[in-house]
């Protein structure tokens, strides 16, 4: 009986290990000509190591900045928002295939 449990305890342990994790605040995934949008809080301005991935802006909505993203073609690339002012934020931006 203990041997079936334990072999119950590994397995239930191992695909916990084997589940995808969620991801990271900093991660941000879109698909060509689709959108998202994350709050960045007060900072302005942003700049992406392949800005032909995307097309991006920085909107106001009460006391608090969104940037807003377009996929454009597939691929990866590192975004910094933010200003000399702030501390930025990195974002590590996946552009996939619909």
């Not at 994790?21 to 949008?37: D, I």
């Not at 454009?72 to 990195?90: E, N, S, Y």
Request: aromatic share 6%; proline share 7%.
């Amino acid at each position: 009986m203990r041997r079936a449990l334990a072999a119950v305890v590994v397995v239930a342990v191992g695909a916990i290990a084997h589940a995808d994790p969620p991801p990271a605040p900093n991660q941000l995934e879109v698909v060509v000509g689709k959108t998202v949008e994350r709050e960045v809080g007060v900072v302005r301005g942003y700049f992406c190591n392949d800005p032909s991935l995307i097309t991006a802006t920085l909107v106001t909505r009460g006391n608090s900045n969104f940037w807003i993203v377009t996929g454009l073609k597939a691929g990866k690339t590192q975004c910094r928002v933010g200003d000399f002012l702030h501390p930025a934020l990195l974002f590590d931006v996946t552009v996939k295939e619909p």
